[in-house]
Every structure is written in structure tokens, then in C-alpha cells.
């Protein structure tokens, strides 16, 4: 299943610009066909290209995301796990305090300071799933903070820097990636959401979720503009899920 | 040269401090080989932690002084420390498989001790070094071994690459704590030789800490018998175990079981190692499962006290009380 959905994915990759002049066109609401393989949408655009360079759109929010989120996340979750008592106190109440919020509210929140558009949505969604890398992180650390291999290092001379980097992270990657895979899809979701509110993406760049809302309007004329950015939705989102859910039964095999 | 003068290492539980180890003194020189041996729960592994600064966070040196090559170490900031470590003074565990970290082959973790410790050298200078120092450890193929896991390695060949790791540095003084409890006894056999051969071949002192009277006896010149925080007996070798004074190494030997004690019972010393809060800082440690215990040994902690051939911490052997107790004896004497 996961392999299928991977392949998908990578599908999905295939994202280097098919057709994405033909954005604009003539011919409106055409229905699918050989010329335009899924149709056009109400302004003749063409469906198909639509789709696939939204792909674009959400793989760039989702690895962007993935990787601001990660790196600060990590970053405090380190320091806060192998360091522990103020420093790690300091750090979990900021992050105790950011998880009190909705994590949309943040987004908007963000949103509305800054502006609308790709790189501000990926500010926002990057900084919305720091919590959960910086939790995670930190459970790692303390894991590790007082293992043998770790004061056999120390009585190396080893600096915390060399420690926290080179000895403990490695440890932690396998979860790391598995909570990076997971974090890609709810970004992926998140921007969706953000975009059918009209904060995310902005047109003419397409996005799955703007094709949702765009799609709403002709839901009687046109019902099929509708479903398949659904169904992409779903499928990138599965996707990065079944992949997260592997990875954890085969790197993991003790948690959950 | 490495030294440590009145160590006296707490534990904090509930705001107040127990002492895990009271006024350790010991010196070891070049091409010396120490023993420090007792119960678990005396000290012994407690206080190689402090001299290496990895003492766990509720623990902390409260007295005492600690030299190496002359050099004070006492206070000296985690990063000063840091330089030592790896440096001067290593420290072997007794766990080899947990020692090592299981993601980084043994190789790059032994070149990593010289890495540190020489930030500006090139990497082939690292591992021609690491090569090296295998080799001088009894490692076979040590290019093809470099490059492997330790969960590839047997406990023997891991316990040689955490001793490899040790002395890369050339360090003055490796502390060597139960290397050899997770070992089975033919790999202990070579392990120990291997120290030995590396303490007269470098000239790097070594500090064994065992519960092992038998190992002791085999490598080390000195000893120092630990009870409950305390040095209770320390000197040669050779005359501590064929002459033992205080009570309980004494019972330590006795319980040694030997060819020529079979079929018998063998010999304990009743009773445990007392914990840390119930320990009396006022009357002798050994007092409970002491066997010739009196009135006079409730007065204070008996001081280490030299009986000719070695130091010993009793009232019984200390000849001032010794001579106070004679003459309580001819006065109770004359009395009647």
C-alpha cells in the first residue's frame, strides 16, 4: 500500500512545469478530454496542469515547513533536553504557551501581520509545528543525556556541542524522520485549509485547496473540478501518513 | 603523577548532604598500578567519577584536592576539565557494549579521543594513530576492524577498543573501573595482562577499581580497601593479604574461597553495606557487622594510623588507643 502511494508521490514529483502556460486559455468549462485531459475551469484553464503544479505548491510548503519547524524545533528540543533545569523549563513554557493556542489561529495570526502569499504561509505553518519537533527532540535528549556512551564521550573530553550533535541526534533520527513525515502532511493539509480561506496562496499560482474553493462555486455546472483536488489531497496526505506509519513499524518498532 | 588529598564527595537528598566518600587520600606514581577495592555501595566507583568531573546532579565534591603532574584540578570549570579528560586522565567503564555508542564504528569513536584533543591535526594523522593504538591493544586487522560497529565485536575485543580509546592520548592516568566484571574470566586474564603490559611499556599509572580480591592481587602494587565512604585499610599488596588488620579485610580474605576450604561453609560478614543517610559521621562505619567491636569504638572515626607496614583505620589497631585501653584494663585490674 505504502509503495503504491509512494510511487504516487513520486508521481506527484513530476512537477517540473508539464503545462503551466496553458493556465490561461480560451475555452471555458470544457469537459475532459483529449485536448485537455481533466477539462477546464472556469476561466479555461486547464485542469490538469492546474493539479500538478499545485503539487508544487504543497510540496514546497511541506518541505519548507517541515524543515524551519525541524531545524528551530530541534535546535530547542536539544538544548532544552540535554542542558534540563532552567534553560529547559525557559523553553518548554514558550513552547507550553504556543500549543495553548489553536494552531490556525497562529497561522492567521501570522498571516495577518505579514500578508498573504507562499513564503509567508510556509513563516507561518513552519513556525506552527515547531512545538512538536522541540517535544519530541527533548524526550529524545533526556533519553539519552545519561547513557554510558554518552559519558564515556564526556570522559573523552568531548565538548555538550559534539555530544548533542554527533553522538545523541544520530540516535534520535530514526523518530526525527518519522515525525518529519508526519508533520509534511499536516502542513500539506494545513496550507489546503489556509488557501480555501483565500490566506494561503494567492492566484494566479494554483493550490489544491483554491481549486476546492474556486471549485465550490460550479459545484452543479462542473462537479469533477470539485474532486480532483480532493482526491489529490487525499492521496499526498494518505501518503505521507502510511509512509510515517512504515517508517515507525519498521525504525520503531517500540513506540506506540 | 597523580594525586588526591581528603576527597570527600555528598550526596544532596532533601537539602541536606550525606557523604558518599570522606577523606580518600591516595597517591599513584608512574609505572604504579593501585587497587581500590570494597563492597559495591563503599565509594569506590563514586570517587573515580569525581575526579573525572561526571558525577551525577545531585552529587558534588564538598572537600579535598586533586593533582595530576602537579597540576590542582579541583576547581576547574567543565571546560578546563574537558581538556584533562581524554587527555590526562582517562577513565575505562565497566560495561564495554554501553560505553560505545552503537550508531559510529569503534574506529572514528578512537579517533575521535584524539580528534579532540587535537583540534588543528589532519584526519589521516588521526587514524594512522588510531591504527596505532589498536595494535599496541592486542586488536587483529585493525584497517578492516576500524571501520565496524560495536555490535559486530565480541566483549573482549570491545573492552580493548574502550581501553584503546583511553590511552590514545597517552594520558598520565587511567582510571579503570571493574574493566573486566562484564568479561568472562579467560578474556579477563588477557585484559588485565594488557594493562599491566601498557603500565610498564608507557609508564601510564592505573588506578583498578574491583571488588575482585583476586585481580587485585594479581596486577596491583597498592591497595586501598574502601568501606562505607571510608579507607580503611591501605598499603602493599603482597603484606595487606597475608597480614590484614582491619576487621573487615580480614573478613574480605577469609570469604575468598579457595581449593583448600572445600566442603567447608564458606566465611561471610553478616550483615550489609549500610545506606548513605543511615551512615554515622560520630562512632566507626564498620561498627554493626564488626565482630570484635567494644565500648571504645562508639567514640569518633577512628583516624588511618600507620601499623608499621601500613596504614589501617581501627581503634584496635591504633597505638594510642591501644595503650589508653591497657591502661583502662590495669586500672579495672587493680581495682578488683
Not at chain 1, 533536553?81 to 493556542?101: C, K, L, N, P, S
Not at chain 2, 604504579?32 to 565534591?61: D, Q, Y
Not at chain 2, 560505553?99 to 569503534?106: D, E, G, K, S
Not at chain 2, 573487615?248 to 545506606?275: D, E, N, R
Amino acid at each position: 500500500m505504502i509503495l503504491f502511494l509512494f510511487t504516487v508521490m513520486c508521481v506527484s514529483l513530476v512537477w517540473t512545469p508539464y503545462d503551466p502556460i496553458k493556465m490561461i486559455r480560451g475555452a471555458a468549462f470544457q469537459p475532459a478530454g483529449a485536448d485537455h485531459l481533466l477539462g477546464t475551469d472556469n476561466f479555461g484553464r486547464d485542469i490538469f496542469s492546474r493539479l500538478i503544479t499545485g503539487a508544487q505548491s504543497a510540496f514546497l510548503v511541506g518541505t519548507f515547513t517541515v524543515l524551519i519547524g525541524g531545524l528551530i524545533g530541534t535546535a530547542l528540543g536539544s538544548v532544552a533536553g540535554y542542558f534540563g533545569g532552567i534553560t529547559d523549563e525557559i523553553i518548554m513554557r514558550v513552547i507550553d504557551a504556543q500549543m495553548a493556542f489553536p494552531g490556525v489561529l497562529i497561522a492567521l495570526m501570522i498571516i495577518s501581520i505579514f500578508g498573504t502569499g507562499l513564503e509567508n504561509t510556509i513563516i507561518a505553518l513552519g513556525i506552527m509545528s515547531v512545538p512538536r519537533f522541540a517535544r519530541m527532540v527533548r524526550s529524545g535528549f533526556l533519553q539519552y543525556r545519561d547513557a554510558d556512551f554518552v559519558n564515556a564521550a564526556k570522559a573523552r573530553g568531548a565538548s555538550p556541542l559534539r555530544i548533542m550533535y554527533i553522538h545523541i541526534l544520530p540516535n534520535i533520527l530514526s523518530q526525527l524522520v518519522i515525525t518529519a513525515s508526519l508533520s509534511f502532511a499536516t502542513a500539506i493539509l494545513s496550507e489546503t485549509g489556509l488557501s480555501y480561506l483565500g490566506l494561503g496562496v494567492q492566484p494566479p499560482t494554483p493550490s489544491w485547496g483554491m481549486m476546492l474553493k474556486d471549485a465550490q462555486q460550479y459545484i452543479y455546472l462542473q462537479p469533477e473540478q470539485l474532486i480532483y483536488p480532493g482526491i489529490m489531497i487525499t492521496i499526498m496526505v494518505l501518503g505521507f501518513n502510511f509512509i510515517g506509519d512504515g517508517l515507525r513499524d519498521i525504525l520503531d518498532a517500540g513506540s506506540e | 603523577m597523580f594525586e588526591v588529598k581528603d576527597l570527600e564527595v555528598c550526596f544532596r537528598k532533601k537539602g541536606s548532604d550525606h557523604p558518599a566518600v570522606t577523606g580518600l587520600s591516595y597517591k599513584v606514581d608512574h609505572n604504579e598500578i593501585l587497587g581500590i577495592v570494597g563492597e559495591s555501595g563503599c565509594g569506590k566507583s563514586i570517587s573515580s567519577l569525581a575526579l573525572m568531573g561526571l558525577l551525577p546532579k545531585n552529587a558534588r565534591v564538598t572537600k579535598g584536592e586533586m593533582f595530576v603532574d602537579g597540576r590542582r584540578f579541583t576547581d576547574f570549570s567543565p571546560a578546563n576539565l574537558a581538556e584533562l579528560r581524554g587527555d590526562q586522565i582517562s577513565m575505562i567503564f565497566q560495561e564495554p557494549m554501553t560505553a560505545l555508542n552503537p550508531l559510529i564504528t569503534v574506529g572514528r569513536q578512537i579517533s575521535e579521543a584524539y580528534e579532540i584533543h587535537h583540534p588543528h591535526a589532519p584526519k589521516e594523522e588521526a587514524r594512522e594513530m588510531t591504527y596505532e593504538i589498536m595494535r599496541k591493544c592486542g586488536l587483529p586487522r585493525v584497517e578492516q576492524l576500524y571501520r565496524e560497529y560495536p555490535h559486530q565485536l565480541s566483549g573482549g575485543m570491545r573492552q580493548r577498543i574502550v581501553i584503546a580509546m583511553a590511552l590514545i592520548n597517552k594520558p598520565e592516568v587511567i582510571i579503570a573501573d571493574e574493566p573486566t566484571t562484564a568479561l568472562d574470566v579467560t578474556i579477563q586474564a588477557q585484559i588485565l595482562n594488557l594493562l599491566k603490559k601498557l603500565n610498564s611499556e608507557e609508564g601510564t599509572s592505573v588506578i583498578l577499581i574491583s571488588h575482585d580480591l583476586g585481580i587485585i592481587r594479581e596486577i596491583c602494587e597498592n591497595v586501598i580497601v574502601m568501606y562505607a565512604g571510608h579507607v580503611v585499610e591501605s598499603g602493599n599488596v603482597d603484606i595487606i593479604f597475608s597480614e590484614p588488620q582491619h576487621p573487615y579485610t580480614k573478613g574480605l580474605i577469609a570469604s575468598i574461597p579457595t581449593a583448600a576450604k572445600k566442603g567447608q561453609k564458606l566465611h561471610t560478614i553478616p550483615g550489609t553495606v549500610p545506606p548513605l543517610y543511615k551512615r554515622s559521621q560520630t562512632e566507626c562505619c564498620f561498627l554493626d557487622r564488626c565482630g570484635c567491636a567494644s565500648q571504645c569504638c562508639r567514640n569518633g572515626v577512628p583516624d588511618l594510623t600507620s601499623v608499621g607496614t601500613h596504614f589501617v583505620r581501627c581503634f584496635k589497631t591504633d597505638a594510642r588507643f591501644r595503650k589508653q585501653a591497657e591502661q583502662q584494663a590495669k586500672a579495672a585490674e587493680t581495682e578488683a
